[in-house]
């Protein structure tokens, strides 16, 4: 059975000190880790570690939200694995629809932070999804086949126990419109065939895929119900721990068997 997991994006939101209050509100009501549901929070790097002491112990993972492929060394502005490991990151998102239109990232790109990460035993959550004039042209599926046959290049079965999937459709991202259920379970069902047919069966069965764009309090429940629906990426509803805590609720009820 795959394990809920719920993972904030706060994206580039909070300041030190919101940061850390946000981060220890939430170990308060997550103070131990949850049986059926995997927690993290992805803050910006400058307050990784001033979030991971606040969740230390709790059951709230720390994530980053984008890293660096290459080794330390002169690369001015960018950030190395070694550093999120460091400093306790369990889990870096790759791959978001806002690194791939705002900063340019290819799936290309994509593909040697992911395979640099799993190399070095970083777990991945890669971000997935069309735009809406994608969905519109019914290319739905062949841009999800793209950007995942992309990010995934050289990445081998063995590695995928390492790696979560997150469908984020563009048009569902921070607009306050969130894919119908009907619509978040094909795309997923569609993926997990994908995952089948790169992979094999047990990778496509274990593989977690989460959903992200504007999931909230009122829709988490339908969404997390749906049966290749395994949790969710939330970006604006993480960013209060009253927001946050009833989707994590939400996944702890909607687990099938
Ligand atoms: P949203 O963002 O929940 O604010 O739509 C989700 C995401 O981009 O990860």
Known sequence: MRKMFV?????????AQSAVELASGLAQVVP???ANVDVAVCPPFPFL???????????VDLGA????????????????IEMLADVGCRWVILGHSERRAILGETDALISKKVNACLAKG???????????????????????????AGSLAGVEASAMAHVVIAYEPVWAIGTGVTATTEQAQSAHLHLRKWLESRYNPAVAAATRILYGGSVKAQNAASLLEQPDVDGALVGGASLKVDDFLPIIRAAETARKS
């Open 122 to 148: 970083l777990p991945v959550i890669l971000c997935v999804g069309e735009t809406l004039a994608e969905r519109q042209a019914n290319q739905t599926e062949a841009v999800l086949n793209t950007q995942m």
């Open 32 to 34: 131990a880790r949850l």
């Open 49 to 59: 570690s001033a979030v991971g002491a606040a969740v230390a112990g709790s059951g």
């Open 65 to 80: 939200q984008n890293v660096w492929f290459e080794k330390p060394g002169a690369y001015t502005g960018e950030v190395a």
């Open 7 to 15: 993972a904030g994006n706060w994206k580039m939101n909070t300041l």
